[in-house]
């Protein structure tokens, strides 16, 4: 890249019809195991996230636990988990979303975010925005302020930026 970046794109595999006939899953798994490729990431997303007075990162299970707790570590914040139902042992709340193929739900302990803490959301992936509205959902709920939600991956596509509107959206790779 004429930046002096690498491209991104290049460690992101494409797999067909996964999880689903029809779905093009796109793999960040040789991007996490090329360590170039994983600290260039991870070292995009602080940029981003840095000057933003960040206390908290929220990323969803499972792939969004992986660098959003690196980012989180990058930017001097707490890292929040967002799960499936019944993963975590204390007190919590949720929030259900629709996937480009169903739907599902996250829930976050209900002592995890401070009302006035600014969280950055994290994903790997921005689809339908169906998840990462969740999870913004869930920040509001508890009192917390948006203050940008982060991605790997971005399928423009499906027009998930539709569902963030009003958010500071940033994503390292657009397909």
């Given at each position: 890249m004429t930046d002096g970046r690498i491209d991104l794109s290049a460690h992101v595999r494409d797999i067909p019809d996964f999880p689903k006939q029809g779905i093009l899953f796109?793999?960040?798994?040789?991007?996490?195991?090329?360590p170039v490729a994983l600290r260039e990431a991870v070292d995009r997303l602080v940029e981003y996230g840095t000057g933003k007075h960040i206390d908290m990162v929220m990323g969803a299970e499972a792939r969004g636990?992986?660098?959003?707790?690196?980012v989180a570590y990058g930017l001097g914040a707490g890292f929040v988990c967002a799960r499936k139902p019944g993963k975590l042992p204390?007190?919590?709340i949720s929030a259900e979303y629709d996937l480009e193929y169903g739907t599902d739900k996250l829930e976050i302990h209900a002592d995890a975010i401070k009302p006035g803490q600014?969280?950055?959301v994290h994903d790997d992936l921005l689809a339908t925005g169906g998840t990462a509205r969740a999870k913004i959902d869930m920040v509001e709920q508890l009192g917390g302020k948006v203050v940008g939600v982060?991605?790997?991956?971005e399928?423009?596509?499906?027009?998930?930026?539709s569902k963030l509107?009003?958010?500071?959206?940033?994503?390292l790779i657009k397909y």
């Open positions: 796109r793999d960040i798994m040789p991007l996490l195991q090329d636990f992986i660098l959003g707790a690196a204390h007190t919590t600014n969280v950055l982060a991605f790997i991956i399928l423009e596509a499906l027009e998930g930026r509107e009003g958010y500071d959206v940033f994503s």
